[in-house]
């Protein structure tokens, strides 16, 4: 009797102290990781084309007060960038939509290391990169630069164009916690997609480059035609996929 008494006084500890830490995170969250409703957001794109792939860079115009707050409470921020290429089609086959050839992924996390007091963006792979000036941080985590897209030898590019998009969660959760993102969904900042389009060899330089991008672009309302069965709708990271925000390795 007396081992079931202190069993069930055990078990009421164990489930206040629980409450207590989820009242905790949740005033936690509360508090770091909204976003400022003044934070300007804006997305820009540009692309350079090559004989065997287009490399893209795409910059997040975003101050980032939520990011450095939640990083200074020893959390984690984490960036995705998301790049679609599309094949136009034309004649009755557009109305299936245009073709999507590869979309990619490349995400970013960002903590402060808690000796250094560092700022710390590790890629996907697992390769990090510190920095100390909190302005030189934000610029780096916030940008993807020089990102490649394989191609095809005489690939006619000035057909195709970019989708791009920015997913920015100002506080990474652990996969055990992931149920807060049901609970707190306006946490993510998403931007809307940007259309650029992509223009043909450039003889006078011998380099390809993209045309001016154009405004934000809505996603296709109609679902991408599928590719040929030898071919994937979604193209793999490039070999170890370490494309640094802001262009350096």
């Known amino acids: 009797m007396h081992s079931r008494l202190c069993s069930r006084t055990s078990s009421r500890r164990n489930s206040r102290r629980a409450l207590h830490r989820s009242v905790l995170l949740f ?76 979309e990619y992924h490349p995400s970013f996390v960002a903590y402060r290391d808690p000796f250094t007091r560092e700022y710390v963006i590790e890629s996907a792979v697992g390769t990090r990169r510190r920095l100390a000036s909190e302005a030189e941080f934000l610029e780096d985590f916030l940008t993807l630069a020089a990102f490649p897209i394989p191609i095809d030898p005489g690939t006619e590019i000035d057909r195709y164009y970019l989708l791009c998009q920015v997913q920015l969660r100002p506080v990474r959760l652990v996969p055990a916690l992931d149920f807060l993102g049901a609970v707190r969904p306006g946490e993510a900042i998403v931007t809307p997609w940007t259309r650029f389009e992509l223009e043909a060899l450039d003889t006078s330089s011998g380099a390809r480059t993209g045309a001016a991008p154009g405004a934000d672009a809505a996603e296709p309302s109609s679902k991408p035609a599928p590719l040929d069965p030898s071919q994937s709708p979604t193209a793999p990271d490039p070999p170890g996929g370490a494309v640094w925000p802001g262009g350096a390795a």
Not at 29 to 56: C, E, K, W, Y
Not at 72 to 77: K, T, V
């Open 27 to 102: 005033a936690l969250l509360g508090v770091v990781t909204a976003p400022a409703p003044a934070d300007s957001q804006s997305l820009t794109v540009d692309a350079r084309v090559g004989p065997r792939s287009v490399s893209v860079a795409v910059g997040f115009q975003y101050e980032g007060d939520s990011v450095l707050a939640a990083l200074d409470a020893g959390m984690r921020s984490e960036i995705t960038f998301v790049i679609r290429l599309y094949q136009p089609l034309r004649g009755l086959a557009r109305l299936l939509g245009d073709r999507l050839l590869a």
